[in-house]
């Protein structure tokens, strides 16, 4: 019995850490993260930020395309291998697609939208003009909302998702936290109010 949900859990850790593979990787490069601050300070709301929010939600989307991976082996697998191993890369690929879409569908947003990136270019293009909350004013996106360092009025009312730097809390940790999350701010809007 052990060793068959070994199979079966072997299956499903592998098809998860495919699925994930974009996300948890490729933002990662440190050649990618020099423009940032190391997590997790504050980031100043600018055109790399707005670009890596942009990044985050093709690498949201990129999830599906690497789901076909496991799916495709755990299709083999499940003819021609061990059923068991096929079946946990199967269910959980098949998950990742199925909640995806579901949640396309139903208006759930991903932790990165396009129109997050357009909220934080209009705070940018306001904090520029004449109309910004100070003469100095620096809108820095911290971990609950955007908020300017020189008088530290709150610009905008948005919890800070995974931006894909290196986190601080160690690479164990915050592997299991991205896992957990799968990218989301850890805390919601409602709950700062």
């Keep these: 019995m052990w060793l068959e949900f070994f199979e079966f859990f072997s299956g499903a850790v592998m098809a998860y850490l495919i699925t994930r593979i974009p ?84 208006g759930e947003e991903a932790p990165a939208t396009k129109q997050l990136a357009m909220r934080l270019q209009n705070v940018k293009n306001i904090s520029d003009s004449e109309e910004s909350c100070c003469p100095f004013a620096q809108p820095m996106w911290e971990v609950t909302s955007v908020r300017c360092k020189s008088c530290g009025k709150i610009l905008l009312m948005e919890p800070r998702p995974d931006l894909g730097r290196p986190r601080s809390d160690g690479w164990i940790m915050g592997f299991v936290r991205l896992i957990i999350s799968d990218g989301r701010a850890m805390i919601s809007s409602d709950e700062e109010e």
């Design 23 to 106: 996300f948890l990787t490729f933002p990662r490069v440190k050649s990618w993260n020099e423009q940032f601050p190391p997590h997790p300070e504050p980031v100043y709301v600018d055109s790399h930020l707005i670009q890596r929010v942009l990044h985050m939600r093709t690498f949201y989307w990129l999830a599906i395309v690497f789901a076909l991976i496991p799916l495709t082996f755990g299709w083999v697998s499940l003819g021609h291998g061990s059923a068991l191993f096929g079946f946990g890369m199967w269910s959980v690929a098949g998950w990742l697609v199925l909640s995806r879409v579901t949640a396309f569908i139903s």
